[in-house]
Nanobody, 124 residues
Framework: QVQLVESGGGLVQAGGSLRLSCTTS????????MGWFRQAPGKEREFIAA????????YDGDSVKGRFTMSRDNAKNTVYLQMNSLKPEDTAVYYC?????????????????WGQGTQVTVSS
């Protein structure tokens, strides 16, 4: 059974930082592209970042470029999202997801597995 479990969310003041983690089980982790998405109330799921199988390449969404960094540790079956300079508009539930193909990484409908999400709230 495939499981993706996010952690690290919480309440932070604007300008602060958080580091999210997503630990997986039940899949051959190093063969999966991993992505981070977020969804705020009343909004569509938004692409944040994706990372290649080895971690050599990352792909960032326009709204977080220069502030968020995605990384992975294949030995720990875990991906991370370092979030700096947080803004109130970053408030959302953050999800990690996994897929096998490196194409259209910004499209949530092309991911095979999803975590349950972790809430990030940024106060002004």
């Amino acid at each position: 059974q495939v499981q993706l479990v996010e952690s690290g969310g919480g309440l932070v003041q604007a300008g602060g930082s958080l580091r999210l983690s997503c630990t997986t089980s039940g899949l051959f982790f190093s063969r999966y592209i991993m992505g981070w998405f977020r969804q705020a109330p009343g909004k569509e799921r938004e692409f944040i970042a994706a990372i290649s199988w080895s971690g050599d390449s990352t792909y960032d969404g326009d709204s977080v470029k220069g502030r968020f960094t995605m990384s992975r540790d294949n030995a720990k079956n875990t991906v991370y999202l370092q979030m700096n300079s947080l803004k109130p508009e970053d408030t959302a539930v953050y999800y990690c997801a996994a897929r096998s193909l490196l194409r259209n990484v910004e499209r949530p409908d092309e991911y095979d597995y999803w975590g349950q999400g972790t809430q990030v709230t940024v106060s002004s």
